[in-house]
Structures are given as structure tokens and as C-alpha cells.
């Protein structure tokens, strides 16, 4: 009987810029950070081929491992973190002191109240989905495994399992937390793999 195909989705690790929000700002690994996701690639491989988002926190370990194992990696810059505006590197801690309203709100219903100047929710979600729909449609080897960020893991789980946009930062995806999704024809599996995390963190740390 042939392999059910399966895409695992993997979280960064801990990053140089601590916890806050990260998006888009292109921060290495801490070695810790290296150590939380060579943990999760060592439990849960092999894999075929690597996906990641050019950010360097993505990028750097997936070109790592492709390298090291031979395999073919693959740069999709629409899986990138969302750009949160003016609260890029700022703490929840911070927000907490200086706009404890809007952080609030946007705790409570993201998709209506993002930060000042950020990536609307919903150019977001599309581009994630755009992504994530030509992975899964494409006849690509068995075992991939994606590379990327909290927030873009995060959609792709509500996606999945049919909630709510505002359902986002409800969902746990933790530093190096691994998420297989098997690609059944009459419907896709998601599976929560047991490996290293960090339980605290926003979206990019909420990221």
C-alpha cells in the first residue's frame, strides 16, 4: 500500500531578539534555538524535502539540514511571519505599560484590530493559504517538512480544522513545536507530534 503523503510544519526556535513581537524582522537562533529544533528534526524524520520562509531563523537550519542530508530545499517567501507595524521588537511587557487597550483588543479579536500599520489578518491568511493550497496540490515527494512561523502555522491549523480567523492566537505553537498534517483524499489529519518547547510566547512570540 502506497505512503499517505504528509507535510510537517515546524516552528523556529528561540530567537537572538527575546520574546516579543518578531515578524518580520530577520533575527538568527540563539543555540538554544538550534538545539529546540535539531531536537524536533532528530525525533521526527526523515523527511524528503525542506520548505522554509527566507527569514534567516527559518532559512539558516532548514539550508543546514538540506545540505547535510542531500535534499532539495525550497525558499517560499509567502510563508513568512506577519508584519505587525509599529509593535515589530516591542515585548507584550512594553505594550502592557504604553497601550494596554490595543494590545488587549488585539488579544481578543485579532482579525479587527491589528496593530497600527500592520499586514491586515486577512492579506495574511491569503497568502499563507495560497502557499499552503499549492503544497498540497503539488505531486511533490512523501515526507515534507515546512520551515516557517507561528502565525503562518497557526492559520494553517484554523484552515484545517474549519474555526475561526478569530480563533488565531487561541491555538498553541510553541518554539520548535512540530504539526504533521497527512494528506488523506478524503480529508487531512492533524497530529501534534511530542517534542521540545517553550511554553511561553506571543504570536512571533506570537512569531
Do not use: K
Amino acid at each position: 500500500m502506497s505512503q499517505v503523503p504528509r507535510i510537517d510544519l515546524m516552528r523556529h526556535g528561540q530567537t537572538t531578539g527575546g520574546f516579543a513581537f518578531r515578524g518580520s524582522l530577520d533575527e538568527p537562533l540563539t543555540p538554544e534555538g538550534w538545539g529546540q529544533m535539531q531536537g524536533s528534526f532528530d525525533a521526527h524524520g526523515p523527511w524528503d524535502a525542506l520548505i522554509a520562509s527566507p527569514l534567516q531563523r527559518c532559512l539558516a537550519p532548514a539550508r543546514a539540514w538540506a545540505g547535510a542530508a542531500g535534499l532539495a530545499l525550497q525558499e517560499e517567501p509567502r510563508l513568512r511571519e506577519m508584519h505587525f507595524g509599529v509593535w515589530e521588537g516591542r515585548t507584550p511587557a512594553d505594550l502592557m505599560e504604553s497601550e494596554p487597550e490595543a494590545l488587549a483588543r488585539f488579544w481578543e479579536d485579532p482579525l479587527h484590530h491589528v496593530p497600527p500599520g500592520a499586514e491586515p489578518l486577512t492579506a495574511f491568511r491569503d497568502r499563507v493559504l495560497a502557499a499552503w493550497g499549492d503544497l498540497v496540490r503539488a505531486p511533490a515527494p512523501a515526507r515534507r517538512l515546512v520551515v516557517t512561523h507561528g502565525g503562518v502555522i497557526r492559520l494553517i491549523l484554523l484552515h484545517e480544522q474549519r474555526r475561526p480567523l478569530q480563533d488565531l492566537l487561541v491555538l498553541e505553537v510553541p518554539h520548535a513545536c512540530l504539526y504533521r498534517i497527512h494528506l488523506h483524499p478524503g480529508g487531512h489529519r492533524v497530529e501534534r507530534l511530542p517534542v521540545p518547547t517553550d511554553p511561553a510566547d506571543p504570536m512571533e512570540s506570537p512569531q
